[in-house]
C-alpha cells in the first residue's frame, strides 16, 4: 500500500507518470450508476480544501487544484459545481480524528461541513480517517526535493490524493477479504 500511496502522490506532482492498479480493485466497487463513478476527496481546512478525484474505475487518484475557502456558502457551490463537472457520485471527506481515535472540535466543524455539504450538493458524503495525511504529504514532498515554497502550495492537494487513495485501496482490500 506505500507504494500505491507514493505512486499517486508523485503521480499527481508528474502527469507523465502511468497508472497503477492495485490487485483485487475492480469496478464492481465503485457506485453501481455507470454514467457517474468518480469519488471526490476533499482535505477541508480553515483556509484551503485540498481536492482529488478517481479516475472511473475507481483505482486511482489525482490531484486537482486546491481551493482557497471563501465562505461556507461559496466553498459549498464550488465544490457542487466541481462535483457535476466530474460526474461524481461520492465526496469523501478527511475526517481530522486525534490520535487516540476520539473526534475532537476540528473533526465536529468537519462533521457539520460534511453534513451542509451533502445537503447542498445531493450526493452522499462519507468521512474517512485523515490522520496523518497531511505528515505523509509534507514527507513525500520533502524527500521530492522540490522548493519550500512548492511544498506549501502542494501538500493540501497531496493530502487529499492520499485520502483518496487510503480509500479506494481499502476497497480493494474489502474485495480480497
Known amino acids: 500500500m506505500k507504494f500505491a500511496v507514493a505512486h499517486a502522490l508523485l503521480r499527481a506532482a508528474s502527469p507523465l507518470m502511468g497508472t497503477l492498479r492495485p490487485a483485487g480493485t475492480t469496478q464492481h466497487d465503485m457506485p453501481s450508476d455507470p454514467q457517474i463513478s468518480r469519488i471526490l476527496a476533499l482535505d477541508v481546512g480553515k483556509r484551503r480544501i485540498g481536492v482529488a478525484v478517481s479516475d472511473e474505475l475507481g483505482i486511482t487518484a489525482q490531484g486537482l487544484d486546491t481551493i482557497q475557502r471563501t465562505n461556507t456558502r461559496e466553498d459549498y457551490a464550488v465544490i457542487s459545481h466541481l462535483a457535476s463537472a466530474k460526474g461524481v457520485a461520492l465526496i469523501l471527506i478527511g475526517n481530522p480524528v486525534n490520535m487516540s481515535g476520539r473526534e475532537g472540535r476540528q473533526a465536529e466543524w468537519v462533521r457539520h461541513f460534511a453534513d451542509g455539504l451533502g445537503a447542498r450538493s445531493g450526493l452522499p458524503v462519507r468521512l474517512w480517517d485523515e490522520r496523518l495525511t497531511s505528515v505523509e504529504a509534507g514527507r513525500v514532498l520533502r524527500s521530492s526535493g522540490i522548493s519550500i515554497e512548492k511544498r506549501a502550495r502542494a501538500v493540501d492537494r497531496l493530502s487529499a490524493v492520499i ?13 480480497l477479504a
Do not use: F, R, T, V
Open 163 to 175: 485520502l483518496l487513495q487510503s480509500y479506494l485501496d481499502s476497497l480493494g482490500m474489502a474485495e
